[in-house]
C-alpha cells in the first residue's frame, strides 16, 4: 500500500510593512492543518519587490509569529532541506525554471518599454476596451538577455476551471489570461511566477492565502501546465471585515500591527483563539480555546466561505477568559510590566481585584490613576464630599464611628467577609448613607472600587486611618 503524502503548507510573507491579523490568520490556518495531520509548515519570505521592502520587517514577521506560538519546521531564520528561504537568494532557480518556458515556447521577452506599454493601456481606456497583452505580442520573438522583462505566452485562450477547497468550483472566462510578467527587467521574479516554483521545489501541497488572489488563478494554472506541474491545493480564505461588515479591514479600524498587541498587554493564545475563530468554527458552543484544542479541532471543510468581522468587543471577550485562565504568577508577572511602582506584597493583594476588573493588561495604564493610585496615596478627605445628600454632617460621623467600630471587631480579610460585617448596618440606616462616607473616606473618590474591596486590600490599619482622617475632617 503506498505511503500518504506528506502535507506541507506555507506562509509566505512580504517585507513590506508590519504584519497584521490578516497575515497572522493565514499563517495561523496553515500552521494548524500542518501540525493537525503531523506534516511540514515553512517560512518562506517573498522579498523580490524591492522598492517596497521596509527594513526590519523579517525580523518583525518572526517576531510576531514567535510571540503567537507559531512555530515552523523550516525557515528563512533556521533553514532546512529546501534552503534558501529567501526569495532574492533563490534567483538562479527561477531562471532555470524561465529557461524550461523559453525552450518550451511558453515565454518571450517583452520588446515593449514602460512608456510604450502605458501609450497603449491609455489607448485602450479611451477606446473603452479591457487592455491585454497578448494582442499586442510581438510576431518576430528575440533571444533574453536578462535585460528586458521575460513574459509568460499563453498559448491558448480559454475558459478556466478549479476546485478550491473551500469554495468548490471556480472559473474564469477567457478574458482572465493575458501574457504577464515572469522575470522583470531587475532580474528579481514576479510573485506570480516565483511562488509556484518555490511551492514545486519545497513540496508544498497545500496553499492557504487570501481571496484577492482568485482572480490570478487562471494565470497560475497556465504556468503549472506549461510546466507539467500538478497544482497544490487550492485554499482561499474568507476575507477580514471591519466593524461595519461592509468593507476588508483596514489599518484604520482595526488592521493594527501584531506586536502592538503584545506590547498592550494582550494574552498570546487569546489573539490565536480570536483570529481562528475569525472565519472558520469547529462546531458546537465552546469558544475559549488553547491552541493544541484549535489544531485537534482544525479542518479545512470547516473554513467559512463569507468574510469574519473584527468585533473588537469579541476579542477583549476572549482575551479577559484567557488572563482568567492564566495562573496566578503569570497574572501577577503581567500585572508588574504596567505597574512598576508598586509593591510585590501590595500586587499580590491586588492581583484578584486587578484580573476581575482588566480585559487587557494595558488598561491599567489608563484605569491605574483612577482606580489603583489610591492604594499608593492616603486622600485628604473633603468634608463636603463626606456628606451623603440631604444628611447631616453629625448624622455622617455617627454612620462612619459605627462602621469603624464594625471593622475593628469584624475580620478584614476578604471583600465577602468586610461586606457581612458592614451591610446588615447599612440596610438598617440606609445603605447611602453609611456606603457613600466610607467610599470617599477610604478612597477620596466619589465614584471607585467598592468599599468592602477597598478595605480588605488596603488592609484593616489602613483602612481605619482613612475613616479615623474622614471624621476627623468632619469634627474639624
Known sequence: MSQEKQIVTRFAPSPTGFLHVGGVRTALYAWAFA?????????RIEDTDKAREVE????????SLTWLGIDWDEGVDIGGPHAPYLQSKRL??????????IEKGYAYPDPYSEEEIAELRLKAEQEKRVFLFRDHRPETIGTWDGTKPLRFKIKEIKESRWHDAVRGELHAGPEALDDFILIKSDGYPTYNFAHIIDDLEMGVTHIMRADEFIASVPKFLALYEALSITPPILVTLPPILGAEG?????????????????????VPEALVNFLAFLGWNPGGDKEIMTPREIIEAFSIEKIHKSGAMFNEEKLLWMNKEHIRKQGDEVQLSQ???????YGDELLKKLRPLIVDRISFY???LSVEQEEFRLFLERPVPVPEKL???????????EYLTNVLTRIQEGSSGTPDEVKSCIMPYADTEGRG???WPLRVSLSGKEKSIDPFSLIAYLGKEESLARINSAIGALKA
Request: no cysteine; charged share 35%.
Open 35 to 43: 501540525r493537525k495531520h503531523g506534516g511540514r509548515f515553512i517560512l
Open 56 to 63: 526590519g520587517s523579517i525580523t518583525h514577521i518572526i517576531e
Open 92 to 101: 538562479e532557480s527561477y531562471k532555470k525554471y524561465a529557461n524550461i518556458l
Open 246 to 266: 461592509t468593507k476588508k479591514l483596514s489599518k484604520r479600524d482595526g488592521a493594527k500591527d501584531i506586536l502592538d498587541y503584545r506590547n498592550e498587554g494582550y
Open 335 to 341: 500585572i508588574k510590566k504596567f505597574m512598576p511602582q
Open 362 to 364: 494595558g488598561e491599567l
Open 387 to 397: 456628606i451623603w445628600k440631604d444628611t447631616s454632617k453629625e448624622k455622617t460621623i
Open 433 to 435: 448613607n453609611v456606603l
